[in-house]
Each structure stands twice: as C-alpha cells, then as structure tokens.
C-alpha cells in the first residue's frame, strides 16, 4: 500500500475514489483482514481522541459515569425483547467455540449492549434511592455489514454508549434530550459540522425504542449521514428484564430508559464534509496538529528558531509540529500536510528569522497573512477559533443552501433526482407504508421530523402536523 | 445481589472470600453472565481512569502513537507463527458465523494482537525513514479461562498492548526496557505497589519472545501476580510477516520487534495488596474519591460549610465527595466509604464549624488529625503525598520481609509448605526440565531473574550465573 501511492483524485469527479484514496493518503486508517474491518491508524485515532475528550468530558460534567459490560452476550438476551432482536439478529456475528470446545449456549459479539447492561440493571435498581443510572461505555460493537467503507460503515466500530434509568418518564424524555443537545454541541464546535435534529419516523427509530432523536449532516454527495441518534426507551427493556423499584410510596414501578451513542462513524462526515481537492481540512480542535511549522532548508538556526517558536506555542496549549526532517524535500513536506489537512502551516527562511515576521498559510480557504513574532502566539490561537467558527458558517450554509422546501410529491421525485441532491422539507404524516413506497420510488426516506406546525401532505394532499427533511441516506 | 450484601469476612480467615465479597461491597464489579466474564461497575472503571491516564501520558511522553486494529483475527494469521499459535490456541474464541451465514475462514476474538499488527507493519515499514515505529492500543482481549476470579483472571480483560519496531536490536532492548521501567514507575507511584522486576525462564517467556522481561507483585496469600510483562521479540515475526526495511546503505534488514502489555489484572493486585478486614484501601493517586466529607446530619449550614470546603479542595485538583445524603444514617455513611477505601475522610458538625477547625481520619492507617480551617487545602494535599509514600514503603517492606534466601532444594520445599507463603531467592540455572519438576514437587515456578552473579544453584548444586526470585503464582 505505502509502495503504490495514488494521486487523490478531484473530490467532485468521484467522491468515493476521493474518499478511500484520501483516507489512505493522509494516514487515517486501511482495511483489516477481515470482511468490513478496519485498521484506525495513530493519525486518524488521534482525531478521535480528540473527540472522546470533548464528549467524556460534558458526560462527567452531567453526573455520567463510565463502565465496562462483556463483549460477549447470550443470544438468549438478545431475543427477550422482540423487536431488538428482529432489528439486529441479521447483522451479527456469533462465537460457536471457546477453548476448543463447542459452547453450550451461542454467545454474539455485542452489536449494542442494551440487553446486557439492563439485566444488570435489574440488580442495581431496587429502590427509588437507586435511581437514576447515568452509565456509559467507550467499546467496541460489532455489526456484520455487506456493503463497507472506512468510518462511515464498517462491521466493527467504536463508539460510547450511554444507558440511563429513571423514576419518571419525563426525567428519561430530558436526559434523551440532554445527549442530543451534547451530541450537536459537539458536531458544531468541535466536528464545525451543521446538522438538522429531530424524531425519527416509526419506520427509522432504534429497534426496542419508543422514540428515536437523530442528527443528520448532509455529505456533498447530497446523502445524508445519521451521525448519532439519542432514544426513549419507555419502559419496554425495563419491563422484559424486570428493571423495577420501591417507589416513596411502596408502589413497584418500571424504570425509564434512555440510550445514545456517537461512534467513528463521525469521523467519516469530518473527512467527507471538510475535505478538498487538495486533501483534508480538519477543523482546529479536532486537529492532531494544529500548526506545523516547516524550514524551508535544514539549518541549524532555522530549526532552533523553529523549535523555539513551537515551545512557546505548545505552552499556550497548541499542538504544534517542527517538520525538520532532513530525509524529504520542502515540497513534498508541504504537500503532505496539506493532504493531513493540518489547519495552519508556518514556513520559515532567513528572512522571517531577521524581520522577527511569520507568514501563516489556512489550509480552510489558502488565506496567508504576516504577523510579527512578538503578538504571534496569541493571533494564532485567535485565527484557530476564526477558522473553527467559519467551517461551522460553511457547514451551516451547504446545509440550507441544499434544503429545498418542496409541497407535491412530484417536486419531490425530481429532488431526488437531480444532479444535485440534498435534503429536501415537507409536512408529512408519519406512516410506514407510504414511507416504504416513497423509499421504493425516490431511494429517499425520512430523516427525522423537525417540527410539528400544520401543513399539507406531500404525498396525500391532506392537512397533517409535521415537518419533515427527508432524503437519501448513507 | 444487592439485595443479599453479605458482611466482609475476615482478611486472614479467609482470602478468596474476603476478596470477592469486597469487589461485591465496595461496588467494583461483578460476574457477567458468560462464563468467566466480568462487569466492570463505575466505581471499579473509574480506578482503571486513572491507571490508564498514568500509563498513556508517560507513553504520549515518549512518542508512542495509539491507534486501533480489528477485534477479529483470521485463524491463519496466528498460525503463522509456531510457538505463539502453540502459546494461545488452547484458549481461543472462535467466530464461525456472521451475519446468518457460515465463515469460509473461522476468525478468533484477538488473545493479544502480535499477529494481526505485524501484518499491517509489513506495509508501513518500507525503509529506515519509517522507523522506529512505536504503537499502542487500549483495547479488550480474550482468552478463554477455565478457573476465573474477578479483575485477576477473566476471560475478556481490558489492557494496552504496545508494539514496537526498530532498525536495531539494541534500540528494541532499550524500548522493551523502557516499557518495563514505566510499569515499574506506574506501579511504585501509582499502584503503591513494589515488585521484582526480571527476565523470565524459558518455560514461562511469552510464546513467540526471545525474553521476557517481567514485574512480579506478591500478594498477601503468599502467591506472586505476575503483573506486567515486556517482551523483546527478536525478528520472529517479522521473519514470519515479513516486516522488512531497506537500510541506508540499500541493504534489506527484517525488523526488531516488542511488546508489551498491562490490564485490569493489576486492579486485583491493587485490591488484594492494601485491604484490610474493613474494605478497601485506595492509594490517594488512584482513588476515583480521594477525601469524603460527611456532615454528622443534614443541615442547611452544615451541607454549605460542606460544599464551600470541597469546592475549595477541587479548586486545588483533589477529587472530593460531599456525602449529603438525606436517605441514608450516618454510620451507615461511613461504612460505605470505608469499604470504599477512600484514603482521608473529614465529618463535619458544628463544633468544626464553630471552630474553624476539621478532623481527618486517614485510611490507610486510621490515624486521626486536627488541622486548621486556613491551611487546610494545602495540608490535605501533603497528606494524600504521605499516605501515597507510606503505603508503598509498606508494599516494600512486606516482599522484603517475604522474601527468603534459600540455597537448597530442601529448604526451598519447606518454604514453600510453610504456613507463611511467599518469594524465595535462590541461585538457578534456567533449565525447563529442572522447571517442570520444582513445579510438580512444590507448586513453584520461577518468577525472575534479578541478577547475574554467580552462585550454588539450589537444585543441582552446581555453581552457575543468575539470581532468581521463585514462587507460586496467580
């Protein structure tokens, strides 16, 4: 693979030969050996460090608190409650045999943990002083999949997954609301990704859940990606796992469930969303690097000058890289991090150490500018916010920019059509089976409902409460 | 199981017992519903937190890269090389389903990830310029156990494993040498937890290592827990996988190879080293809770005091807990956080208030303290230093005082059938024959060589080169 590099080609010429080559190219990940399976390379991991942080963090913040469950789970749990298992039995993967014997009992590897985690709830809950649970798990899932690509589908991922346990439903409802709120915040001012938040359709939502909150960002191939999704459980794990308590009263109630989850698959729209032609842009503070600094010849005072500058910025909490490597030529450096999508590139020569002046080049829109030495450390953080907060403006523009309100259902089918695809608004009416022959005549299906004013119908004429974004999806 | 809390034995009457009950009181863990599997409960991850933030800062510190390879792992792959297929076959999870339909080729749950990382090293190693390669990755493995106990042996278990390759084989000693002296590091200032570091014999050398390098703890049963270990891999599997370079002088050179590894296992050590009859006694700088202040009753003036106090404390990094439960007494209070090992415990009534003076009980120790209100912050954070020193002094001063020098077999036997089990220190030549019948005789392997010097070898009487530590074993 390294010995037989590919040039990237443009992003709009073929956006998913872009997208694999790219992902090789800047040292994200490669295939693993194994069908749909992923090897995350240091470069590509430490974005999603990156991520973790900013997530783990608001999740501690809120009273959250980690854990680990088994990989393993029996299928017998899996198939207690019957929708989930329904929703999951066709995608997993099953271990026959451990320590040369066949197993009594077929174990899966985990495609989620909601059955494992909710018998245990039943122990942990007994009365109402239990309560609530505000459990995560940062892990491994796995789900076989027939169609993959790196990040945004493979067979095994990683991911968190937040399982919580309340007295009331209400107290459920709002923590469900809670981990969506923190997801968008994250996808703005972290991933500077735009998104439309709503309730899945009947035919979308999580198997098990009552309700399901989604994000969906739109990729430039007009597809929408769901990114995370946030669900009202209602009572019907609480209910088949027997996760009930001692009320203030006495009384004996069922619990009231969430869960949540946001995986490496994020790290796919980052790549999709931001990228170019020239490779990655990565938004500062999911940057590995956020500043590299780049002699433009190997000198001995070029490189203490170039060290010194990154200390004092790597003081000021900036991640920061020297490239004084004497093994590759000015160009191909540049070139390099250009495709790594490093969001501020400093070069410097003779004549930037004796004016005590630094030109910095952003890789978001090639904009270069000269700052003196002395202000550097604190312009340079300032234009890393800037950028962040532009990549966010552009997201959020593509976003509406490629939202078309539509009324008929024939505007709605030449959307879909077009050349350039996206998400399109409507009043609707939830309902499957319209939902199934929209999907069979447009490949476009709910994404989630964003409002609940009065309208009329794309697809029945009728006057119904709900808008929509529909579209086609990942 | 809440619901029937048993009470602590005796520590001395019973080890296993005490042992397993705690991790049941202190809400560490419990059984998982596959055998030998393991959940780990938010009080006992949050241990594992910090553990981890040890260990991967010092990593990050020396340029190891984290990353993330595939959970599953061709059976081929770990075919290919002899005495590590050997090593781990008996002990395999083996997928033979995936997504409704029958594998061609079975996939193994990774036992340790050698294997499938070597494959991808073959690819990113081309030249001299890409090396030294230094990767880690905090991931769960699985090796099926037949005897499991909680945190010490259990089938999936949660670990880092670092990989290294390198141009020479000096440098791959110096890296396989490193990762041991940062465990040993972790482990003192961390763990509070002393040991003897070694290589290890033939017979107990990782399967695939030309050595292995070793930190071995004492437990108070008399057995060793082998804790961590480092392996310098020789070119083994870079032979096998091909893990070649071009050197500078155009020459084609196979790689030089380590490993290394460290898991929830020591959180078992940790438990089983420093409780007593009353629970668990955490060092301050592993303590998800290191000082809990608790009001003698709930009163508004008191929970303030309280707050302002831990708010204080927090300002200064220390992780502070304000037990103001309204649902629980306050005996009960201070057994719970007994059990809990939390290292300082302040309560708080009026006579504190009035006087602006507190009382801390320290765990470790029981030892009661008046300080002053004003200095208060400062002399705590000095305390959880001591406490922290103290009871590392005190691992020490226990291996030392269990540590015996014995020069023949018939003492060695006596030692090992003593009342009062633990290291003996002999003169040995490594010899797995020799091995194979101590163990037989007297349930001792060897644990590590400490030193070269020359002396009478206790089995054969002959005069040889290597100072040993034996014992019997987790």
């Given at each position: 693979m390294a010995t037989e590099k590919k040039l990237l080609p443009k992003k709009t010429d073929s956006l998913s030969d872009w997208y694999t080559t790219l992902i090789q190219l800047a040292d994200l990940a490669e295939y693993g050996p194994s069908k749909g399976s992923m090897i995350i390379k240091p470069y590509g991991y430490a974005i999603w460090e990156l991520a973790q942080k900013a997530l783990d963090d608001r999740f501690k913040q809120h009273g959250v608190q980690n854990g680990y469950f088994p990989l393993l789970i029996p299928m017998s749990f899996l198939e207690k409650e019957k929708s989930h298992v329904e929703g999951f039995a066709p995608e997993l993967a099953v271990v026959t045999h451990g320590g040369g014997e066949k197993l009594e009992e077929s174990l899966v590897?985990?495609?989620?943990?909601e059955t494992i985690i909710y018998d245990s709830f039943s122990r942990w809950v007994?009365?109402?002083?239990?309560?609530p649970i505000l459990f995560n798990q940062w892990c491994n899932v796995l789900r076989w999949e027939k169609r993959t690509m790196p990040?945004?589908?493979?067979s095994e991922f990683l991911w968190q997954e937040g399982h919580t346990a309340h007295a009331t439903h209400q107290e459920a409802i709002e923590l469900q609301k809670w981990a969506m709120d923190t997801y968008k915040a994250v996808y703005e001012d972290y991933y500077a990704l735009y998104g439309y938040v709503g309730y899945k359709s009947l035919s979308e939502?999580?198997?098990?859940?009552d309700t399901t909150l989604t994000i969906e960002h739109l990729m430039p191939s007009g597809k929408a990606l769901q990114s995370s999704t946030s669900h009202d459980l209602g009572q019907n794990f609480a209910k088949v796992f027997n996760v009930s308590f001692q009320d203030k009263d006495g009384g004996e109630s069922f619990v009231w469930q969430t869960s949540w989850g946001l995986s490496t698959r994020s790290i796919g729209g980052l790549i999709l969303a931001h990228g170019d032609d020239n490779g990655l842009r990565l938004p500062p503070r999911l940057a590995p690097v956020q500043i590299v600094i780049v002699p433009v010849l190997i000198a001995e005072d070029l490189n203490q000058y170039a060290h010194q500058l990154a200390k004092d910025l790597q003081a000021n909490g900036l991640r920061v890289t020297v490239d004084d490597r004497d093994d590759e030529r000015f160009g191909f450096k540049l070139n390099k991090w250009e495709v790594k999508g490093v969001p501020l590139r400093v070069e410097i020569g003779k004549r930037e150490v004796e004016n005590n002046q630094l030109t910095v080049v952003r890789r978001w829109d090639g904009r270069k500018e000269t700052l003196g030495r002395d202000q550097f450390v604190q312009e340079v953080a300032d234009r890393l916010d800037t950028i962040q907060k532009e990549m966010l403006e552009a997201s959020k523009q593509f976003v509406q920019a490629h939202t078309k309100k539509v009324s008929k259902y024939d505007e709605f089918k030449s959307a879909m059509r077009a050349s350039e695809k996206g998400f399109v608004e409507v009043f609707w009416e939830d309902n499957p089976e319209a939902e199934a022959k929209i999907k069979e005549a447009t490949k476009a299906t709910s994404r989630c409902r964003i409002g609940d004013e009065e309208g009329v119908d794309f697809y029945t004429g009728k006057t119904v409460r709900g808008r929509w974004i529909f579209g086609q999806s990942y």
């Open positions: 590897i985990r495609p989620t943990s007994q009365s109402w002083r239990d309560l990040f945004l589908r493979t939502r999580f198997a098990g859940a």
